[in-house]
């Protein structure tokens, strides 16, 4: 017997044996919330993928896990805990949910507590967790915590190691994370994955990655089939139109803020049809885990597009050494791109429409119907029709920058959004004073938000 088995059997004995002993050594919260300590947790300055390990003096061990540096999921909120003694509990609703994947696009989906993907659940090795689940769709359904060596009884799959969870009924999982790593929640049902039923589970390990990284952002890829001029999914389609970042497709998806210097870390897991190709542009980062937890960093090698495979995580760090606005994107041309065949939503249309006036025509009206100002397209030469392949990427441009205007896209260039669909992001790498600013801005929107919501309740 291998000794991850062996383990796994230890483990599964003393969830019925030994918790309470357990429960008193877990008590409390490890997360550092305060951006200050959890930067200050995570401080790394390398000039390498790889990190630059110094060595220090010798410190006594410490008696209890180490503090942790949150994971940010762009788009995508954090799902909230109490504590139960030393149980640490969430609570889980399946519905379904309307996600504004576009500014002139909006699905019916099924996600998890109003969210889709999932509200990401935050944990640490080494803690009990208990997840209150409550199912509000119309079918029966059921949670797989993908990558995690649970006990039989909490792997989430019908019949097999539990009953269906009826509409309107309640299923408490309860386990130890053992483990350290990324990992994931989704339905066991394939066309409700489909329909969007997927979140991130981070494992923070119990003592810190070395090198450490001074940010920690997620994004989860997905793929939709949506039909012109319709909302729901066709789950059962083989081709897909519309693909998306943590539930939002661009210009739409939130650039992810890094200071210059720092060390990044990127957590990509892919719950679709499809393999996905992210390039990382203007540097190059190493491969440092992946759904199985941290891998050993004899494996680690430089490069700058990962593939990320179906069902599968990957997690890649790089030192933020280039001021910029840098591009993560797949690499699949067709994945960088939002359908464009229900674009006036009353009527379908041309991929690109043969000349400029009438492309521009179509941008217009749909620029009116979000709105959002529509900038002339890049200039195309004046014998550009009788070009064989004319056209291509001419009149696909979409600059909405107004629509899709917060803090964190201040101080991007003029029809920045114009050329980003479908699959694309930004990572923004600033130097100190504007990284300071730019926090102060997102800080500042973050309360107006919290005000405007107190102010309707």
Sequence with gaps: MSGNRRRFFQDAAFFGAGFFGLAKALRGETQASDPQTARAIEQGRHHSPYGNHKKKDAAPAPSGPDPFLPM????????????????KVFKLVAEPVKRKIAPFKTIDAWGYNGSCPGPT????????VRIIFE????????????????????????????????????????????????????????????????????????????????????????????????????????????????????????????????????????????????????????????????????????????LVGVAQARVVEFEAKYPGSWMVHCHLPHHMMNSMMDLLQDRAIETADLTDAKAMSQMETLAKSVPFEHVHPSPVAANANSVPGFPQDAFM???????????ETHGLPPNWSAGMMGMMTLVRVLPDKEYEEMMARIKSGSESKKEEHHHES
Excluded: C
């Design 72 to 87: 940010i999921t762009p788009d995508v909120a954090n799902l909230p805990h109490e504590m139960d003694g030393g149980v």
């Design 121 to 128: 659940i935050q944990v640490q090795q080494g803690e009990r």
């Design 135 to 306: 199912n509000k769709l119309p079918e029966s359904t059921s949670i797989h915590w993908h990558g995690l060596e649970v006990p039989i009884e909490q792997d989430g799959v019908p019949w097999i190691s539990q009953k269906p969870i009826a509409p309107g009924e309640k299923y408490t999982y309860e386990f130890t994370v053992h483990q350290e790593g990324t990992f994931f929640y989704h339905s066991h049902g394939a066309m409700q994955e489909m329909m969007g039923m997927i979140g991130f589970l981070v494992a923070h390990p119990e003592r810190s990655y070395k090198p450490r990284a001074d940010h920690d952002f997620g994004m989860i890829l997905q793929e939709w089939a949506v039909l012109p001029n319709n909302s729901v999914p066709n789950t059962a389609a083989m081709e897909y139109n519309w693909l998306t970042f943590n539930g939002v497709s661009a210009p739409a998806i939130t650039p992810m803020i890094a200071r210059l210097g720092s060390r990044v870390r990127l957590r990509i897991i892919n719950m679709g049809m499809d393999h996905h190709p992210i390039h990382l542009h203007g540097n190059q980062f190493v491969m440092t885990g992946t759904e199985g937890g941290r891998a050993p960093e004899s494996t680690w090698y430089p490069m700058n597009t990962v």
């Design 397 to 407: 441009e979409m600059g909405m920058d107004d629509a899709v205007e917060k803090p």
